[in-house]
């Protein structure tokens, strides 16, 4: 299940949340695993066996690892993720609680052949849950080109649906589910928020209990 979300955050927030990481004081880092879009023990011998994988640069800038904040930031964009919670699941909104928080930049990239398409390697998202559900959110921080590609299989050799980066616009999603950013090839930067919950239910659970609860205000 992939839902995709637009306007559920208020619109002065998402000009904020703009103005903020393309301040030029604002603090990139390079990700732990080096300046990848993937981390060290990744196994890009079997990622790369798809023609269409690249492994862009990207600077990391983290808000949240497991209880600990790594950024004042993170409480402003708490409030961006708990708007588009209420927006998506109203009061089951509750029921998410975020596990790691942070900001992906990937910038125009010089690809091997420029009218070809190419994502990064795909992969599925660290999971949090024992006995809870691990969903994975992302927020799209600017317009830009540079898709978040979702796939039926781990070498992305499967295509089943393809997401344009629009600011303001949410994509909620299993985080078991292989998926990869692309580098943007007109844009110069490609900010996303990348945010992982866990929920004591599935999301399908939890669109059936948002979809029972529609039907009965409809009732009344």
């Known amino acids: 299940m992939i839902s995709v979300i637009d306007n559920s955050v208020p619109f002065d927030l ?33 990622a790369f066996k798809n023609p269409n994988v690249v492994d862009s640069a990207q600077l990391v800038h983290s808000l949240l690892i497991g209880s600990e904040i790594r950024c004042p930031m993170f409480h402003f964009f708490l409030v961006v993720i708990n708007h588009a919670l209420i927006s998506e699941f109203g009061d089951k909104n509750e029921d998410f609680h975020v596990h790691r928080s942070k900001l992906n930049l ?19 998202d660290p999971t949090f849950g024992d006995k809870r559900h691990d969903v994975s959110m992302l927020y799209y921080v600017n317009n830009s080109d ?5 796939f039926k299989d781990k ?19 299993d985080a078991h589910h292989y998926h990869a950013s ?24 939890v669109y059936k209990y948002k979809e029972e609860e529609d039907n009965l205000r409809l009732r009344r």
């Open 14 to 46: 998402v000009n904020l949340a703009g103005e903020m990481v393309f301040d030029p004081k604002f603090d990139w880092q390079m990700p732990t695993g080096g300046f990848s879009t993937v981390s060290a023990d990744y196994n890009k011998t079997e």
């Open 106 to 124: 990937i910038t125009r990239d010089l690809l091997p052949n420029p009218s070809k398409e190419y994502h990064n390697p795909p992969h599925v």
């Open 146 to 150: 540079g898709d978040t590609w979702f």
């Open 155 to 173: 070498f992305g050799m499967e295509v089943e649906r393809r997401i344009s980066p629009k600011q303001g616009r949410v994509v909620i999603f």
């Open 182 to 205: 692309s580098p943007p090839k007109k844009s110069s930067a490609r900010v996303v928020l990348n945010v992982n919950l866990t929920c004591p239910f599935t999301l399908s659970e």
